[in-house]
């Protein structure tokens, strides 16, 4: 029943995501500089991708990052909205447009734990803060070695297990309903990057704590982003004006000079395709072939 509480309703990520999509960049500072520490680890990083994926590309903050980083490379920015890919779009440098086909960014509206591109499609994927919006992150990572190519590199970041720590106490001083995502544990993302076929995984966070005026400034903040309680175990219903109070007055508890200070555990990860997919991709191809001709295709 737990477990069922936290799982998010994709159809309400995507929807907010939608709505959120002209007010997104305004508000998302952390998200930003969590991009761009992303990118100062790419140069110790042998890799000169020909394909990038940019998995949860949002407004194309990152795209732009990894375009400027691999100016030869052809990358697809995929997002679950359309709204936010529009305003990628629109946010495309004029030299990109200007570009062929070939070097001008292609816009894929898809899901990360179903992502719409063949296997052994890409040499880089690239996702920033965006594995906290899937139900079953596993899925997404093997989604990720799916159409990565042999040799190819896994990089990403998510939130951990304390991110938004003040508010869920907060608010769990006043009911038991779910108001915070769940995030996983960087172990935990670690072993389930192994099982689902990557060498190698390399895992670490770090604690941002951004500070706010009131909790009515962080709220706002996180309605901007999109980041609403799309959990199935929210309340359906308003929180009364009592409870809501003193939930206020909970977060208040832990005000320090003159701030409320809200909590972002950051982990980073990456992790590369072994080589020895290029035999599961074989055998894979054989076994493609056979059916073929038992179908008596060509």
């Known amino acids: 029943m737990a477990d069922e509480a936290l799982r998010l309703d994709k159809r309400l990520v995507r929807l907010s995501f939608e709505r959120a999509a002209q007010s997104y960049d305004q508000a998302a500072v952390l998200q930003r500089e969590v991009a761009q520490r992303m990118a100062q680890r790419l140069p110790y990083v042998k890799l000169v991708p020909r394909r990038i994926l940019d998995a949860g590309a949002g407004t194309g903050f990152g795209t732009r990052l990894l375009a400027r980083r691999y100016p030869k490379a052809h990358l697809i920015a995929l997002d679950l909205a359309w709204a936010m890919l529009k305003a990628a779009r629109a946010a495309q440098p004029w030299w990109q447009r200007l570009a062929g086909p070939a070097r001008r960014a292609r816009y894929l509206c898809g899901d990360l734990e179903r992502l719409p ?18 139900n079953a992150p596993e899925q997404a990572f093997r989604e990720c070695y799916r159409v990565l190519v042999p040799g190819g590199l896994f990089m990403f970041s998510t939130f951990g297990p304390d991110t938004l720590k003040e508010l869920r106490q907060a608010f769990a001083s006043v009911d038991g309903y779910t108001h915070v995502n769940r995030f996983v544990d960087m172990h935990d993302l670690g072993d389930l990057l192994t099982y689902a076929g990557f060498a190698a995984p390399v ?23 999109g980041a609403h309680n799309v959990t199935f175990g929210r309340n359906h219903g308003l929180m009364g004006k009592r409870r809501w109070q003193a939930m206020v007055e909970a977060y208040e508890s832990l005000r320090r000079d003159g701030r409320l200070p809200a909590t972002f555990e950051v982990v980073y990860g990456h992790a590369w ?26």
């Open 203 to 225: 895992m670490d966070m770090e604690m941002i704590t951004l500070t706010y005026l009131d909790l009515k400034q962080l709220l706002c903040e996180l309605k901007a982003l």
């Open 273 to 298: 395709v072994g080589e020895s997919k290029r035999r599961e991709d074989g055998r894979q191809a054989i076994a493609l072939q056979i059916a073929r001709r038992q179908a008596g295709l060509r």
């Open 117 to 134: 591109l063949a296997a052994s499609s890409v040499d880089l994927v690239w996702s920033n803060l965006t594995l906290q919006w899937c």
